[in-house]
């Protein structure tokens, strides 16, 4: 099934809707919004380099583990969880029991250890990946989209393939827009 097929089975709008309202996001979007959206992987792969080379990890191994942490966590606590379990192997207090389980298993396995899309994206995208997109609730809500549905086959695949032609049309990387993106819907932009 195509992209599109499976846009309009889930969504009942068309892949090219979805782009648009991508796009309609990401044209709110100041020369300050899409520097900041173009640096925002690679500020948080410096971060997963830094643990790498600190701690005796990979890279892959301290970006899963960064992803792992993420669902239902902002930033700030997301970084200071994974910096304490990759240093010291201790948990911060408040983190989401399964996604630290999760964590710890990334701490070997790397990218095997995730297992929704999201985290595999998030964390290929900390990893250096432009070309994956991390589609999270931010994501779906830019274009307009209903997040429980993400999980339906084909769902989020077709949205990360939104967000690529979305990207191709204004000549950013895929990672770039949707980080973009996520910084103009956060500032209360979106449409």
């Known amino acids: 099934m195509s992209h599109d097929t499976h846009a309009r089975k889930v969504f009942g709008i068309s892949l090219e809707t979805i782009t648009r309202r991508i796009l309609r996001t990401?044209?709110?979007a100041?020369?300050?919004?899409?520097?900041?959206?173009?640096?925002w992987y690679d500020e948080a792969g410096d971060l997963a380099i830094d643990l790498a080379a600190q701690h005796g990890r990979t890279v892959e191994q301290t970006s899963a583990v960064i992803a792992a942490l993420s669902p239902r966590t902002t930033w700030s606590r997301n970084v200071a969880g994974a910096v304490l379990l990759i240093a010291e192997d201790e948990v911060l207090p408040g983190?989401?029991?399964?996604?630290?389980?999760?964590?710890?298993?990334a701490l070997d396995s790397g990218f095997a250890a995730l297992n929704g899309p999201k985290t595999s994206?998030?964390?290929r995208n900390i990893a250096g990946d432009r070309e994956s997109v991390t589609v999270d609730v931010w994501a779906a809500r830019v274009a307009d989209l209903d997040e429980d549905l993400l999980g339906r086959k084909g769902a989020y695949d077709a949205v990360e393939h939104a967000y690529r032609l979305a990207a191709r049309r204004r000549g950013v990387d895929p990672a770039t827009m949707?980080?973009?993106t996520w910084i103009v819907a956060r500032n209360g932009r979106a449409s």
């Open 26 to 28: 990401f044209d709110r």
């Open 30 to 39: 100041t020369a300050s919004d899409v520097e900041q959206g173009a640096r």
């Open 95 to 105: 983190l989401i029991g399964r996604n630290v389980e999760t964590a710890r298993t």
């Open 121 to 123: 994206r998030f964390a």
């Open 178 to 180: 949707q980080a973009t």
